[in-house]
């Protein structure tokens, strides 16, 4: 009866927990333990890198020379870029040096067709005057042109001014340009050289023939009509001769 009472109460009654006893290390020995599973960690880890290449069935000096030699291919392909990029930029300027030059010489070529063709002009000129044996009395004036220049409102003319009869002194004068403009319906005048005096321009000396070349400007917006070519005497300014002439 005592032993089904105990029963009764340990089953309805406040029972206690059960306790487990173990025992336990100090803390610097687990401190130590964990210490040293730590380097054996990083000891695996340390042997696995470095042993990598056998695993992996490739040698680690074969891959060291492998980058030291990508490393200078690297190094020598840019500098022949490099070279490359100056060798090209060289060579575009010496063509842009070559472009220059063939259209000045284009240019020049053009003058020198055209001063070829004035000087026919003026030798088949000078041929008909001698082969006639006689050449007129006084200033004569032949092939005479009047022509617009590159610049913007720059007329360019040229002619050839002759001496006729005895020639017993060279002719001493000025050619003078007296140009006819229109300007918004307005008629106007310009001279060149506008001053009688001005300096030595259009003076001419000979005793046979001389070319004469020569530019002008008119004002901006106005338009050339025509032109008076006129042979001034020097001293004196008498006019010789004149010539209207269309620019062309």
Same mark, same amino acid.
């Given at each position: 009866? @005592? %032993?089904?009472?105990? *029963?009764? *109460? =340990?089953?309805f009654g406040i029972g206690s927990s059960r306790m487990a006893i173990r025992s336990q290390l100090?803390?610097?020995?687990?401190?130590?333990?964990?210490?040293?599973?730590?380097?054996?960690?990083?000891?695996?880890?340390?042997?696995?890198?470095q042993n990598s290449y056998r695993i992996t069935g490739s040698d680690i000096e074969e891959v #060291?020379?492998?980058?030291? *030699?990508?490393?200078?291919?690297?190094? !020598?392909? +840019? +500098?022949?870029?490099?070279? !490359?990029? /100056? %060798?090209?930029?060289?060579?575009?300027?010496?063509?842009?040096?070559? &472009?220059?030059?063939?259209?000045?010489?284009? #240019?020049?070529?053009?003058?020198?067709? $055209?001063?070829?063709?004035?000087?026919?002009? $003026?030798?088949?000129f000078l041929r008909n005057i001698m082969s006639s044996g006689a050449t007129p009395e006084g200033? /004569?004036?032949?092939?005479? &042109?009047?022509?617009? $220049?590159?610049?913007?409102?720059?007329?360019?003319? *040229?002619?050839?001014?002759?001496?006729?009869?005895? @020639?017993?002194?060279?002719?001493?004068? #000025?050619?003078?340009?007296?140009?006819?403009?229109? &300007?918004?319906?307005?008629? =106007? !005048?310009?001279?060149?050289?506008?001053?009688?005096? /001005? $300096?030595?321009?259009?003076?001419?000396?000979?005793?046979?023939?001389?070319?004469?070349?020569?530019?002008?400007?008119?004002?901006?917006? =106005? !338009?050339?009509?025509? /032109?008076?070519?006129?042979?001034?005497?020097?001293?004196?300014?008498?006019? &010789?001769?004149? @010539?209207?002439?269309?620019?062309?």
């Amino acid at each position: 009866m @005592r %032993s089904i009472g105990r *029963r009764i *109460r =340990s089953s309805f009654g406040i029972g206690s927990s059960r306790m487990a006893i173990r025992s336990q290390l100090a803390w610097y020995w687990r401190w130590t333990l964990n210490v040293l599973m730590m380097a054996v960690v990083a000891t695996v880890v340390w042997w696995l890198v470095q042993n990598s290449y056998r695993i992996t069935g490739s040698d680690i000096e074969e891959v #060291r020379q492998r980058i030291t *030699r990508l490393t200078e291919e690297d190094k !020598t392909l +840019h +500098h022949d870029l490099e070279t !490359t990029k /100056a %060798s090209l930029v060289e060579r575009d300027r010496q063509l842009q040096i070559e &472009k220059a030059a063939q259209t000045e010489l284009a #240019r020049t070529v053009a003058q020198l067709q $055209d001063e070829n063709a004035s000087l026919k002009e $003026d030798l088949g000129f000078l041929r008909n005057i001698m082969s006639s044996g006689a050449t007129p009395e006084g200033i /004569a004036l032949s092939n005479l &042109k009047l022509e617009r $220049d590159v610049k913007p409102n720059e007329f360019r003319y *040229r002619m050839l001014l002759t001496q006729g009869g005895q @020639r017993k002194q060279d002719f001493k004068g #000025r050619v003078q340009i007296v140009a006819r403009l229109d &300007k918004d319906g307005v008629a =106007s !005048t310009a001279t060149f050289p506008d001053s009688p005096n /001005a $300096d030595t321009a259009g003076v001419v000396e000979f005793r046979f023939y001389q070319k004469v070349e020569g530019r002008f400007i008119i004002p901006d917006g =106005s !338009t050339l009509k025509s /032109a008076e070519v006129r042979v001034l005497a020097l001293p004196g300014g008498q006019v &010789k001769l004149s @010539r209207t002439i269309n620019p062309t």
